[in-house]
């Protein structure tokens, strides 16, 4: 009988054993689901985070694109309305280039007459053609220079 009871008392101890590695096991199992768990939540957490800084910078950069249109706009008028502004410039410049070249003919012109009225070896029939009315008429006439006829060709 005493080996019979030594071979129960054995198997009790291997009994409480395997419970107790058992439950160390169901221990370790539950601390391990647990940092599951955790890990999970803070993953889902950063991945929630990360799509709010995701979408701040899209709305940030749609935000940019329009102020970046309206500004580009902004420019394409203003660039517009300086070329038509140059446009102008040149058209008055031409116009009064060709004020300036008429001017100067007359200034020669006139330059040539009272020249010619001054000189004291002139003939009197050459003066009395320049101080003759009908040979003046070509002196009175206006400077037909303006923008819309300088750039017809």
């Known amino acids: 009988m005493a080996s019979s009871s030594g071979t129960s008392s054995g198997s009790s101890t291997t009994t409480t054993v395997t419970q107790?590695?058992?439950?160390?096991?169901?221990d370790l199992q539950a601390v391990i689901d647990e940092r599951k768990r955790k890990r999970m939540v803070s993953n889902r957490e950063s991945a929630r985070r990360s799509r709010m800084r995701k979408q701040k910078h899209l709305e940030d950069l749609m935000t940019q694109a329009t102020q970046l249109r309206k500004q580009?706009?902004?420019?394409?008028?203003?660039?517009?309305s300086t070329a038509?502004?140059?446009?102008?410039?040149?058209a008055e410049n031409s116009v009064l280039r060709a004020q300036l070249g008429e001017l100067g003919r007359r200034l020669e012109?006139?330059?040539?007459?009272?020249?010619?009225?001054n000189d004291d070896d002139s003939d009197e029939p050459a003066v009395d053609?320049?101080?003759?009315p009908l040979n003046l008429a070509y002196l009175n006439q206006p400077i037909m220079a303006s923008a819309d006829n300088m750039f017809q060709y």
Do not use: P
């Open 72 to 80: 580009n706009h902004e420019l394409t008028t203003n660039i517009n």
């Open 129 to 132: 053609s320049f101080l003759n």
């Open 109 to 117: 012109s006139l330059n040539e007459i009272i020249g010619f009225l």
């Open 84 to 90: 038509q502004h140059l446009f102008n410039v040149e």
């Open 20 to 26: 107790n590695s058992g439950s160390a096991e169901e």
